[in-house]
């Protein structure tokens, strides 16, 4: 089929939109269900299988709206508007807000190809947001209606949809093997310095409740926290160093503020959130990062058992005096580089994996604007 004989139509002619909701909070029965509910914040991956929080059945039928998979979810209301117009299939029957639209798609429409063409206008279809109130931003049904779009016959969409996906599915099935190398990593840290079966346990007494030679700093003497520092959006410059927040990669800079290996460790917002940076980053000021010689991949996982709470009232946050005052368990320098030498081969098939879908999705994004154009023929 030439790109000819593409039909150009408006969003609204190919898909219903559906509104959703949320159960009401004060009610707690509501929220120990089994199906996923999703919000704004699931909505930054493409393909969602699970949400952080679920509902019950009467919740889903009675208060929110229940959607079968390879339903399309977009992002109509809220901050992440000003930057992105987020858009995800969902992989099973779940929920969704009020902050979501669902797309029902006509007889002679497929749910994927929708995804992707949504897909590939992404940033015209964010600057047709407008301000809400607080400060958030909205996209009017209307105006998402008139979005056009290039469709052509069923039986392209799917073939479209199989060029498209054979990328995504790469990409999804690298972040399973990601996920892997770091659960094998995290579990081996759990045997040796949790359950004490590290290698000649058998052979080794324990003193005061630890083996003998390990010790139990304070973790503001072993690995002092630092602060992060403020770094607005419009100071931003392209370039590819990350920028860190509370929630992990929050964009790109073209300067580092910190050049070493260190951790960064959520101080406001996504209060005691780790994450690793083997390359040069910005933390900003929502952050807390560690620098200093001890910076290990067992550090890492050691702050991730430490139970941060919120020590501000206001506004969730983690007061450093208090993190500083927390024990670490530290094991012999000579098992903690055993340690080491046994996970950094799987981190660094890790980074490789990372690198791969980087380049993958740079192809996909190149090639989705003319695929979903008909300029590529399949």
């Known amino acids: 089929m030439s790109c000819a004989e593409w039909q150009i139509r408006s969003l609204g002619t190919c898909v219903r939109f559906q509104s959703g909701g949320t159960p009401p909070k004060d009610r707690p029965d509501y929220w120990r269900g089994e199906i996923p509910w999703v919000s704004s914040g699931e909505m930054a991956e493409p393909f969602i299988y699970d949400t952080s ?7 889903a039928s009675t208060r929110s709206r229940l959607v079968p998979p390879r339903t399309v979810l977009v992002v109509v209301r809220g901050m992440s508007l000003a930057k992105e117009f987020r858009v995800a299939l969902t992989m099973r029957r779940m929920a969704f807000n009020q902050d979501l639209k669902a797309l029902h798609c006509a007889d002679d429409i ?11 206008r992404q940033a015209f279809i964010r600057d ?3 301000d809400a109130s607080h400060g958030t931003k909205k996209l009017e049904s209307d105006v998402l209606a008139s979005v056009k779009i290039r469709v052509p016959a069923l039986v392209v969409q799917k073939r479209v949809v199989q060029v498209a996906r ?5 990409i999804e099935n690298n972040r399973r093997r990601i996920a892997l190398l770091e ?5 081996l840290y759990e045997e040796w310095f949790v359950h004490f079966r590290f290698p000649g346990h058998e052979h080794v007494k324990f003193i005061n409740s630890l083996p003998a030679g390990w010790k139990r700093p304070l973790l503001g003497e072993y690995a002092p926290f630092k602060y992060g520092k403020a770094l607005r959006d419009d100071l931003r410059l392209e370039g590819d160093v990350p920028v860190y927040g509370s929630s992990g990669i929050v964009g790109t800079h073209n300067k580092a503020f910190v050049d070493d290996p260190a951790i960064i460790i959520g101080r406001k917002g996504n209060v005691g959130a780790v994450y690793f940076s083997e390359a040069p980053f910005w933390p900003i000021d929502t952050t807390y990062f560690i620098d200093n010689e001890n910076v290990s991949r067992f550090l890492f996982f050691a702050l991730h058992r430490l139970q941060f709470i919120n020590t501000d009232v206001a506004v969730p946050g983690l007061n450093r005096d208090f993190a500083h005052s927390r024990h670490l368990i ?9 340690y080491e030498e046994s996970v950094c081969p799987l981190f660094k ?16 994004d190149l090639l989705l604007p003319r695929l979903m154009s008909g300029e590529v023929e399949v």
């Not at 497929?110 to 590939?120: M, T, V």
């Not at 659960?183 to 579990?187: D, F, N, V």
């Not at 098939?349 to 996909?364: C, G, I, P, T």
């Open 53 to 59: 929080l679920r509902i019950t059945e009467e919740a």
């Open 110 to 120: 497929d749910s994927e190809f929708i995804f992707y063409a949504l897909r590939s």
């Open 330 to 338: 530290v094991p012999t320098e000579s098992l903690l580089n055993q």
């Open 166 to 170: 054979s990328y995504d599915d790469l």
């Open 183 to 187: 659960q094998a990593a995290r579990l």
């Open 349 to 364: 098939m890790a980074r490789n994996l990372k690198r791969q879908n980087n380049h993958l999705q740079e192809a996909r």
């Open 128 to 130: 047709l947001s407008t």
